[in-house]
């Protein structure tokens, strides 16, 4: 009734090939933006911004960049973990180097640096494939953590091999350090995170993503019809890599204020982003949003239900909500193995015939 | 869809418990590798206070509400607990974990809030005249590692030239706190340091206790934590290492890390900066007004052991300092800024510890303006495996200040660069 095409005319190849098509989803998609630009920040607490969103917007732009590389080029990567860490290392070096530099340009600096490191890495993909490869990346995760462990330059010589983000600003505006707002953390995540996945979304709607779809569905056939391997895979490395860089700067200044690597940027990192964009849907950008949300918000919800609501012990209920989330992405899989974008797709389809299904 | 979206958004808003008296959260970790010994910490935090609540009426007449928040020892939990506990008016936080702590520093100084931090975290959070808000008397890392080298000097005639001395150490930021104190002593003592790392969760040290069998060291000191403590002394006992050369610093000497290996840890030593077992006078009351009414945290089974008396110590010093806050301000509801003063003017005296039941439990503590330190002493404790107990070797012995105190002005004045920082207490 509401969801439909029919009467939406189009009058211009511009109107046509825009990303939201049908009136309703252009409509919701800017009240979502506009709740998001313009209500949250003015009701966001400590709490909420620190448990719940700053650290949402951070792992969906690291879905995101994982979903451009596994997703929509094909390359399984077990490294974001370590990606993570050099982003998270490079915005640490830079912004102790150059304090008086506005930390947004550090951060964006860092995602480069990273992108720089994911290409290097991201050489093993022209000759091996598939688990091959997972293994290479998981190589690239095991390196990086001990290389930041070890080589004391990289943590400035600390007794204690942690990083610690001091306060850097925006526009006059603390977004690091203790005495950082919390709107003023949010916002600076929402903005990186909304003109990174505006960026995404427009990339692999074009040249640049058919081509990756092409090698992600038959390399031999990409090849034959004209798609280099070798520029193709390394630009999904070095721009998955930029985001996830970015987001292990934003996790490391922003979000923690102070990490050691082998703990915050270990392998279960890695597979936590595999599994958000594994639940959320590969190759699909609500996707990302979605995985990120699954993970990182489920828990904290069954949390405060378990222990703040029903008044269980706190040991029960970390198990307990260990089993449900468990149980949940099981479930989730085997009712939509696509991921929760495909669920929402399916959505909308039926929603586009609703309430006239024949 | 709009409904769940309503109840999920109310569920995560209305987290928070009703507003308390003196509210103190326990952020535990009762899950996870590190579930063994973060348990008997929370046991011993929680049931002092309960004996508090429930023979004293809580400190000062106020009732002390220990709010408990499941960390798993991992950092992102950490700040949830912290954002989640600290909007409660929570006066003071003791995560018992290293990486929580140094994310907490900055938060705690910005928020007014103390940080106690009893022989762990930063050790540099001595000097109070760059961390204001943090306090981690009555010893911290680097006190543990010379007091170490104290009793291993104390062995052999006080030269220890040439002997080669290995550091087995959990790898991250706890277990890399000693290398720089001990790298000092090894240029002061002119012993040979080998550092050996330990990956997080420490369950396959094979590799490790190899180099160790080929390298031969006088002696091994340990820092380590959760499941890594048992896997190496297990393996120390595999190669037949002589357990009295093997020290643990306090967070690695619980009965969880020699139990599970049996007779071959026998005489493993680790030291302490309070005293252990079930004898105090404390555990009378604790008897009848905890256990007996079956109010004890966990399953009970951890009164009297070494993390649970180190949990006990902490909840004592907390709440003596609450005491001495209440003291000052001259009311019993006191706020987080009064609570800090009360940190800072801690006078913990040997009368006030056998007042409390707890008689040579602890050293005694006068905590000034520039010295969170405390007095940096500890003992020597080595285990006895057929007695199942650990019994005290060695009387207090305190760290080589002349050594660790130019090393915590250094650290702390790069603090204090890094964040803009001016000294206090001048």
């Given at each position: 009734m509401f969801y439909r095409e029919a009467g939406d005319f189009k009058t211009s190849y511009a109107d046509d090939s825009q990303t939201f098509p049908i009136r309703f989803d252009r409509l919701r998609y800017y009240a979502v933006i506009a709740v998001a630009f313009g209500v949250i920040p003015f009701f966001i607490n400590d709490y909420w911004a620190n448990a719940v969103f700053v650290p949402f917007l951070i792992y969906a732009i690291a879905a995101l960049g994982l979903n451009i590389l596994t997703g929509y080029c094909g390359q399984v990567s077990l490294g974001t973990g370590g990606f993570m860490a050099v982003g998270a290392y490079a915005v640490y070096k830079l912004m102790t180097a150059f304090p008086e530099v506005s930390i947004l340009i550090h951060v964006l600096l860092a995602g480069g640096i990273t992108a720089v490191v994911g290409v290097l890495f991201g050489l093993p993909s022209l000759r091996i494939k598939g688990f091959y490869l997972a293994v290479a990346t998981l190589a690239a995760q095991f390196f990086l953590v001990w290389l930041f462990n070890k080589v004391p330059w990289f943590y400035n010589y600390s007794a204690s091999g942690q990083i610690s983000a001091p306060e850097r600003t925006v526009l006059g505006h603390a977004v690091t350090g203790a005495s950082t707002t919390a709107p003023a953390k949010y916002l600076f995540c929402l903005i990186i995170l909304f003109a990174l996945a505006w960026l995404a979304r427009n990339l692999t709607r074009g040249t640049v993503g058919r081509k990756w779809m092409a090698i992600r569905d038959m390399d031999i056939a990409a090849e034959i019809i004209g798609v280099n391997p070798l520029t193709t895979k390394l630009s999904a490395f070095a721009i998955s890599s930029f985001y996830i860089g970015v987001a292990g700067a934003l996790f490391f200044s922003v979000y923690l204020g102070a990490v050691e690597v082998g703990e915050a940027f270990g392998i279960q990192k890695s597979f936590l982003i595999l599994f958000m964009i594994i639940i959320g849907g590969l190759g699909s950008i609500f996707g990302s949003f979605a995985g990120a949300a699954f993970l990182v918000l489920l828990p904290v919800l069954l949390k405060n239900i378990l222990v703040g609501h029903l008044g269980w012990a706190t040991d029960l209920a970390a198990h307990v909500e260990l089993m449900i989330v468990g149980a949940l992405i099981v479930i989730f899989l085997i009712a939509e193995p696509h991921g929760m974008a495909q669920l929402w797709r399916l959505a909308k389809e039926k929603l586009r015939l609703w309430p006239f299904p024949h | 869809m709009k409904k769940t979206?309503?109840?999920?958004?109310?569920?995560?808003?209305?987290?928070?418990?009703?507003?308390?008296?003196?509210?103190?959260?326990?952020?535990?970790?009762?899950?996870?590798?590190?579930?063994?010994?973060?348990?008997?910490?929370?046991?011993?935090?929680?049931?002092?206070?309960?004996?508090?609540?429930?023979?004293?009426?809580?400190?000062?007449?106020?009732?002390?509400?220990?709010?408990?928040?499941?960390?798993?020892?991992?950092?992102?939990?950490?700040?949830?607990?912290?954002?989640?506990?600290?909007?409660?008016?929570?006066?003071?936080?003791?995560?018992?974990?290293?990486?929580?702590?140094?994310?907490?520093?900055?938060?705690?100084?910005?928020?007014?809030?103390?940080?106690?931090?009893?022989?762990?975290?930063?050790?540099?959070?001595?000097?109070?005249?760059?961390?204001?808000?943090?306090?981690?008397?009555?010893?911290?890392?680097?006190?543990?590692?010379?007091?170490?080298?104290?009793?291993?000097?104390?062995?052999?005639?006080?030269?220890?030239?040439?002997?080669?001395?290995?550091?087995?150490?959990?790898?991250?930021?706890?277990?890399?706190?000693?290398?720089?104190?001990?790298?000092?002593?090894?240029?002061?003592?002119?012993?040979?340091?080998?550092?050996?790392?330990?990956?997080?969760?420490?369950?396959?040290?094979?590799?490790?206790?190899?180099?160790?069998?080929?390298?031969?060291?006088?002696?091994?000191?340990?820092?380590?934590?959760?499941?890594?403590?048992?896997?190496?002394?297990?393996?120390?006992?595999?190669?037949?290492?002589?357990?009295?050369?093997?020290?643990?610093?306090?967070?690695?000497?619980?009965?969880?890390?020699?139990?599970?290996?049996?007779?071959?840890?026998?005489?493993?030593?680790?030291?302490?900066?309070?005293?252990?077992?079930?004898?105090?006078?404390?555990?009378?009351?604790?008897?009848?007004?905890?256990?007996?009414?079956?109010?004890?945290?966990?399953?009970?089974?951890?009164?009297?052991?070494?993390?649970?008396?180190?949990?006990?110590?902490?909840?004592?010093?907390?709440?003596?300092?609450?005491?001495?806050?209440?003291?000052?301000?001259?009311?019993?509801?006191?706020?987080?800024?009064?609570?800090?003063?009360?940190?800072?003017?801690?006078?913990?005296?040997?009368?006030?510890?056998?007042?409390?039941?707890?008689?040579?439990?602890?050293?005694?503590?006068?905590?000034?303006?520039?010295?969170?330190?405390?007095?940096?002493?500890?003992?020597?404790?080595?285990?006895?495996?057929?007695?199942?107990?650990?019994?005290?070797?060695?009387?207090?012995?305190?760290?080589?200040?002349?050594?660790?105190?130019?090393?915590?002005?250094?650290?702390?004045?790069?603090?204090?660069?890094?964040?803009?920082?001016?000294?206090?207490?001048?």
């Open positions: - | 979206m309503t109840a999920m958004a109310l569920a995560l808003a209305v987290a928070t418990p009703a507003m308390a008296d003196l509210m103190v959260p326990n952020l535990s970790y009762r899950t996870g590798p590190y579930a063994p010994n973060g348990i008997p910490y929370a046991d011993g935090f929680n049931d002092y206070f309960t004996l508090l609540n429930e023979r004293d009426g809580g400190i000062g007449g106020e009732k002390v509400v220990v709010t408990e928040c499941e960390t798993a020892y991992n950092t992102e939990k950490g700040v949830e607990c912290y954002e989640a506990t600290k909007g409660d008016g929570a006066l003071v936080y003791n995560p018992l974990s290293t990486g929580i702590t140094y994310q907490l520093i900055p938060k705690v100084t910005a928020d007014g809030i103390t940080l106690y931090t009893p022989g762990y975290g930063r050790t540099s959070a001595a000097n109070g005249k760059v961390f204001a808000n943090v306090f981690n008397y009555p010893a911290n890392y680097w006190d543990g590692a010379s007091i170490i080298v104290k009793d291993i000097l104390s062995q052999n005639g006080d030269n220890i030239q040439g002997k080669k001395i290995a550091l087995v150490y959990h790898n991250s930021a706890y277990g890399k706190e000693p290398i720089r104190t001990l790298q000092e002593l090894a240029k002061k003592h002119g012993f040979e340091l080998v550092e050996i790392p330990v990956d997080h969760p420490g369950q396959e040290q094979k590799s490790q206790w190899l180099q160790i069998r080929r390298d031969k060291p006088d002696y091994v000191i340990m820092y380590g934590w959760g499941v890594m403590n048992a896997v190496a002394v297990q393996e120390a006992v595999n190669i037949r290492y002589p357990m009295d050369h093997f020290y643990g610093i306090w967070w690695s000497g619980s009965e969880n890390d020699v139990l599970p290996v049996g007779d071959g840890a026998n005489g493993y030593k680790m030291i302490s900066f309070h005293g252990t077992g079930g004898d105090y006078p404390v555990y009378a009351d604790l008897k009848a007004h905890v256990y007996d009414a079956g109010k004890a945290a966990g399953d009970g089974s951890n009164p009297g052991n070494v993390l649970y008396s180190r949990g006990m110590y902490a909840a004592m010093v907390i709440s003596e300092a609450i005491r001495g806050a209440q003291a000052a301000a001259g009311h019993s509801n006191v706020t987080t800024a009064e609570v800090r003063d009360g940190f800072e003017n801690l006078n913990l005296t040997e009368e006030r510890l056998t007042e409390l039941g707890l008689p040579g439990f602890a050293q005694p503590i006068a905590s000034s303006c520039a010295d969170h330190g405390g007095p940096g002493t500890a003992m020597i404790f080595q285990w006895d495996a057929g007695a199942k107990k650990w019994n005290q070797s060695s009387d207090w012995i305190s760290a080589d200040a002349d050594v660790i105190d130019p090393l915590i002005a250094e650290d702390s004045a790069a603090f204090a660069a890094e964040n803009n920082i001016a000294e206090r207490c001048n």
